[in-house]
């Protein structure tokens, strides 16, 4: 924890004594086809006068669930790291905002197309853009910043994006090479509003901060040591192995979900809602997805603010707002540097001038504050694998999956996981759905899926596990059985997701759905 001899908190991996650098294998990517009208520089613009009709009509997502999309949306062939790679100078955008795009490929040309995730009737994503081919060119090496060891790419620009006629949602920027060769950039296309939504803040601190792009990220160092890691980390540059294995792995099969449901739906990121909480502002729900590690205060000030003014939120996984971090501005754009000293909190330039920005866990000091207080369960420990235990079987949230209590999900609780911890602060009151023994580093614990309600009336959720996103894929070509996960705890936690996301989209839950009925020192009694 706090000495950070290793990696901690991560996709397979997050902060615990004595861990060890954990990695995901990807799983998988996303998009579809269909047609709108957009512009860019270098970038053909032309769509066919129906389609343009039709995107111009609504930015709004629930429009987008029965439109037609495509099967070839994934990445076929990645080929070296050196093929083609590239970054946006922005996370997100709203619907007709610009953005640049940086690119470095070895081959002569390239071409971009921009998919959306969503339903699309199975096919998961839409083509809305695509461009003309691109002349491709070899960037310079990156940057080197030695004082936070930060790598930036600060390459020329590309082109300029426009975005036109684009809904609002998750995007995959495919940058495909003419070798063949391919790679995501992922972008956001924002909602500035709201009210009556749900809206899914995606997580792009977290997965910079994971990012060993140019040989470093929070964890390591070009020699893979974590004394060598970067201090503070750049967007500007681009992603590893696929360019958006973070968002393919934690937040795809989520997306298409809500989509499915067609409940109206809003996309933020967590780096937006530090900078502006508007579009939380009469929501009807948030939804974490599957590491959102990495967190500002002010974001978690913002989410807070938000779950007291009666908006619900949903947490999808384990190891969330662990991490406080900064943004800092990058060379041309704000908020393009994430900062965390993490175990190296005496250095961090505010340790003794401004304590509650220190960058290092929400829990640490000099100004701790567990996350518990906001999520309702506290992040213990890598890596564990072990069943999902179903405590109270009754509850709402588990209606229509059959479950009886001590029914058990194998493999669905990993690799990091959450727990309630009687002696860390927490709300109330505060029912336990799920209670899941495991063994981490030698030591027998629990997991926990925990419920609450506030005085505002807002109902959180937080399943106390990494693996459920992922577990929405198992037993599927996406998934396959990845971590041992099947067909039957796919059908469980889709419909427990599906479950809090319908009750969630009606408004504050403890006003429609049955109370809370408290059971910590219940479940604990004989436990610490």
């Not at 890596?383 to 999900?409: I, M, Q, S």
Request: aromatic share 8%.
């Amino acid at each position: 924890m706090g000495t950070d001899p290793a990696p901690q908190g991560g996709p397979e991996a997050g902060t615990a004594p004595a861990r060890q650098p954990g990695r995901r294998r990807f799983l998988g990517a996303c998009a579809g086809l269909g047609l709108a009208s957009v512009t860019a520089a270098a970038c053909d613009a032309a769509a066919p006068p129906r389609e343009q009709h039709r995107a111009d009509a609504s930015h709004r997502p629930e429009a987008e669930r029965d439109r037609p999309g495509t099967p070839e949306w994934r990445i076929t062939s990645r080929g070296p790291a050196p093929a083609i790679a590239g970054y946006a100078d922005r996370v997100s955008v709203t619907p007709g905002e610009e953005c640049g795009l940086y690119v470095s490929t070895t081959a002569s040309s390239f071409r971009v197309s921009a998919f959306r995730v969503g339903w699309y009737g199975g096919s998961q994503a839409r083509l809305v853009w695509s461009s003309e081919r691109i002349r491709g060119r070899v960037r310079p090496e990156p940057r080197f910043l030695p004082g936070t060891r930060t790598v930036r790419a600060d390459w020329p620009r590309t082109l300029t994006l426009g975005t036109a006629g684009w809904p609002e949602g998750a995007y995959l920027l495919r940058l495909e090479a003419d070798s063949g060769h391919q790679r995501y950039v992922p972008l956001i296309v924002r909602s500035t509003r709201g009210t009556g939504r749900t809206v899914l803040m995606h997580a792009p601190a977290t997965w910079q901060a994971y990012n060993r792009w140019g040989g470093y990220s929070l964890y390591a160092g070009a020699s893979g040591a974590y004394a060598a890691r970067s201090l503070a980390v750049s967007f500007d540059r681009p992603y590893d192995a696929d360019g958006a294995e973070k968002f393919m792995v934690y937040e795809r099969a989520a997306v298409v979900l809500a989509e499915r449901l067609g409940i109206p739906l809003a996309y933020t990121t967590g780096t937006d809602v530090h900078r502006d909480p508007g579009v939380l502002r009469g929501a009807a729900a948030v939804v974490c997805l599957g590491h959102d590690e990495y967190w500002t205060p002010e974001q978690r000030r913002h989410v807070t603010q938000a779950r007291d003014a009666g908006t619900n939120v949903l947490f999808l996984g384990a190891n969330t707002c662990f991490r406080r971090v900064r943004l800092e501005p990058g060379e041309t754009q704000p908020d393009r540097t994430v900062v965390c000293y993490k175990s190296s909190v005496r250095a961090d330039p505010c340790y003794t001038t401004q304590p509650a920005l220190v960058t290092t866990d929400f829990r640490q000091a000099p100004a701790p504050d567990p996350e518990s207080s906001l999520t309702g369960v506290l992040y213990e420990g890598y890596p564990t694998d072990a069943p999902y235990v179903v405590h109270a079987a009754d509850h709402w949230l588990y209606e229509g999956t059959g479950v009886r209590p001590g029914d058990g999900f194998d493999h669905l609780v990993g690799v990091e996981y959450d727990r309630v911890t009687p002696t860390s602060p927490v709300p109330e009151p505060l029912e336990i759905t799920a209670h899941s023994s495991l063994v981490c580093d030698g030591r027998r614990s629990h997991s926990d899926s925990a419920y609450y309600t506030t005085p505002s009336g807002a109902g959180v959720f937080a399943t106390g596990t990494m693996r459920w996103v992922e577990a929405l894929m198992a037993g599927t070509s996406d998934g396959g059985r990845h971590h041992g996960m099947d067909a039957r705890t796919r059908d469980f936690v889709s419909r427990t997701t599906e479950n809090a996301m319908r009750a969630f989209a009606e408004g504050p839950a403890a006003r429609h759905r049955p109370a809370v009925r408290p059971n910590v020192s219940e479940v604990y009694k004989d436990r610490a």
